[in-house]
């Protein structure tokens, strides 16, 4: 089969979406089929662009290439998955996301304070209820990604998960002093609030932060934040590493943090299963807690300090314990039998 | 507290302008094009910027379907990426080329040839389509409306500032580029073979070729290399060279890598490249620096600026028996060959064509 896979991006900006879009054309590939993926740039900002720039995605015609046809497109992120074509499967991502679950949120909502914000939020959602519908067959990234489509537009689908890049490589070294902490820096993220239960520990708790922050400000804020608190000794920050230095970097801690805002899906959880570490989330991060069983392959806290600090605590601690959740997260991992040739296999069905 | 750079905006990176390439795609079709845009883009990291390819999908077909692309090209932003302006943008091809940004910089592969050039031309059909009229104004009404807003103009070669001024009276300056990977072109022994490298389509004129393969006094050969992918044509040129009885004088290597293209250029005796109104050309340069005389057409557009007849190649009427002669005379007169090769060589180094002027020209 001939397959487009539609996606929107920033230019300049790589992350975990471009990374999915790149494996699953891979996965296409890999299965005998031809893929490309299409990028239509999105820019957010000012709000009052972002009717326009669904309009543009719904003018592109990707039915036909040259007189020959295109037998499936896979649309993956607003406003690219906006694009029309008989034969559309909605693979989501996530919907623009400051138009529904984070509108209100402190730090990530945008839309909100614009004087457009409200109008231009009510022409996504009824876009979204409007014209998602059109796909053949609606998967999602996640539960969590499915749960918001339900409550938010009304929309039935599927969870179909997908395995992080290179997921045979993932391995288990010994327990060093430190938990991980990689991600992008940013206040969905909260390495804040790990830098403020770090400051509350009683244990010895060294945390090891690895991936870039979003901008200069939130960088700044951040190294600010460890200083106030004096818990520079406490931290490392690994800036951007390789895949093989991640992988060390799992394969040798104690245990994964991961406290993200409700997040959607989250290759952190299940990079650190692969590792057989145990994840330390917050009950409202969204996407880990369809992995996490708390006790068992983690714990999971309340989103705050004293909270999460009981539980880094709890882990430092507890060695033995520590270890046997992470044997748990790597069996658990394989019962869920997530595999690349199953997601092609749905998403061409 | 260790510490290793998180964060962007490093002076190493601030130094750098932030540069997007808009270009379109015709998804799973890969051409010139494609390459250029590629190139620019390598070109511009090497020199210190931030640089991305934004290629917008394409489809002509039926005609109304160009004013939706166009109308969705008007619509999108690419003044910021994030909360970061982007310093420049440096448009290719038509509709990318209407993205709207403060500080554009076009430099035109070509226009939408349909509605000028090939507007009642046998190439042509967008003429024959009911709205075909409408489309082909619409089209040069938003070239003539909006190309002006950009900061500079340049095309890919004279024949496109050309036909721009011609029919939109819009002046731009060529700048020429290298074609891909030139360092490593090469010249080796010529064999007995002259080489055609081009996708298999009407505009390349395979079919010439071969009905003037039928035409020849002496045993021409040719080797043919390029995607087929184009349903018919290639066919047609199939049943054509065995009508004309020459099929064994031809030779498909359908699409090759580039090693082998660069192979059999350095093998060829010679060049064959009779476009029809090509807008610039990438063989002609490759023929040149493989040190081989290119034969082209006195139509054939882009080639003519770099062909100088019987001094680096031979450029004749488009017709068979044109053809046929100027075959014939390169294939028996070996000694004029090499030396128009030779020459073809020098032409290109006087030129000083490079990544480095390009880059100076459409940064300034």
């Not at chain 1, 004096?230 to 800036?239: A, I, K």
């Not at chain 2, 035109?108 to 009911?130: E, I, N, V």
């Not at chain 2, 010249?187 to 007995?192: K, L």
């Amino acid at each position: 089969m001939k397959v487009l896979i539609l996606t929107s991006g920033v230019p300049f900006v790589r992350g975990g979406a471009e990374i999915l879009a790149d494996s699953l054309q891979g996965a296409l590939c890999a299965a005998g089929h031809e893929a490309e993926i299409v990028t239509i740039p999105f820019q957010s900002c000012p709000p009052s662009r972002i009717p326009e720039q669904m309009l543009a995605c719904r003018l592109l015609d990707v039915t036909e290439t040259c007189g020959i046809r295109i037998d499936r497109v896979i649309g993956l992120k607003f406003p690219a998955y906006l694009v029309r074509h008989p034969h559309k499967v909605m693979w989501l991502l996530h919907q623009h996301r400051t138009a529904y679950e984070l509108w209100e949120h402190p730090a990530a909502g945008d839309l909100i304070h614009y004087a457009d914000g409200r109008v231009v939020r009510e022409a996504i959602r009824r876009v979204d209820r409007g014209l998602i519908p059109e796909a053949k067959a609606i998967y999602t990234l996640s539960r969590n990604v499915s749960q918001r489509l339900r409550r938010y537009s009304g929309i039935d689908s599927e969870p179909l998960y997908n395995p992080p890049a290179n997921a045979t490589l993932f391995y288990k070294g010994p327990a060093r002093d430190y938990f991980f902490f990689p991600s992008r820096i940013n206040p969905l993220k909260r390495q804040w609030l790990v830098i403020q239960a770090l400051a509350l520990c009683r244990e010895p708790v060294q945390v090891r932060f690895a991936g870039e922050a979003d901008n200069e400000a939130q960088q700044i804020e951040c190294m600010k934040t460890v200083r106030e608190l004096r818990v520079s000794d406490r931290v490392e920050w690994l800036g951007v590493v390789s895949e093989e230095r991640k992988r060390e970097c799992y394969a040798n801690s104690v245990g994964v943090i991961f406290p993200p805002v409700d997040e959607d899906y989250g290759y952190v959880t299940l990079e650190a299963m692969l590792s057989s570490k145990p994840v330390i989330t917050c009950a409202d991060s969204g996407g880990p807690l369809e992995f996490v069983t708390d006790s068992q392959t983690g714990l999971i806290a309340e989103a705050t300090p004293q909270s999460l600090a009981e539980r880094m605590d709890a882990l430092w601690a507890d060695r033995p314990g520590a270890a046997a959740m992470g044997e748990a997260g790597r069996q658990r991992y394989q019962d869920l039998k997530i595999s690349w040739e199953n997601v092609v296999d749905k998403l061409l069905c | 507290m260790a510490m290793h750079g998180i964060g962007k905006g490093s002076s190493a990176e601030s130094r750098g302008l932030r540069v997007l390439i808009a270009t379109v795609r015709v998804p799973f079709v890969d051409g010139g094009a494609e390459a250029q845009a590629a190139a620019l883009r390598n070109a511009l990291v090497a020199a210190g910027h931030r640089a991305e390819i934004v290629a917008i999908p394409f489809k002509w077909y039926p005609p109304q379907r160009i004013l939706d692309h166009m109308l969705a090209c008007r619509l999108l932003d690419l003044s910021a990426t994030g909360d970061r302006q982007v310093d420049c943008l440096i448009a290719l091809k038509f509709p990318a080329y209407l993205i709207p940004h403060a500080n554009k910089v076009v430099w035109m592969l070509h226009q939408h040839r349909q509605a000028y050039d090939l507007w009642q031309h046998p190439m042509g059909d967008m003429h024959k389509h009911p709205h075909g009229a409408e489309v082909r104004d619409a089209i040069r009404r938003a070239d003539v409306e909006l190309l002006p807003q950009a900061r500079h103009l340049f095309t890919d070669s004279r024949n496109v500032a050309d036909r721009l001024q011609a029919y939109c009276g819009i002046e731009a300056a060529p700048l020429y580029h290298p074609p891909p990977d030139a360092p490593e072109f090469y010249g080796s022994a010529a064999e007995d073979f002259l080489y055609f490298p081009s996708r298999v389509n009407p505009l390349k004129r395979q079919r010439l070729a071969i009905e003037a393969l039928g035409q020849t006094r002496t045993k021409v050969r040719i080797r043919f290399s390029g995607s087929t992918m184009e349903a018919g044509y290639y066919e047609s040129c199939m049943t054509l060279a065995r009508r004309n009885n020459v099929q064994h004088r031809v030779e498909w290597l359908g699409k090759t890598s580039e090693a082998a293209k660069r192979d059999a250029y350095a093998r060829s005796l010679g060049v064959l490249f009779p476009p029809v109104d090509e807008d610039y050309g990438y063989v002609t340069l490759e023929g040149m620096l493989a040190h081989k005389p290119v034969i082209t057409c006195a139509d054939s557009g882009g080639p003519l600026e770099f062909v100088v007849h019987r001094k680096t190649g031979m450029i004749c009427e488009p017709t068979p028996q044109a053809l046929a002669d100027a075959m014939d005379e390169v294939w028996e007169d070996r000694q004029s060959a090499r030396q128009w090769g030779e020459a073809g060589r020098q032409r290109y180094s006087d030129l000083r064509i490079g990544w480095d002027t390009v880059l100076e020209r459409l940064l300034a």
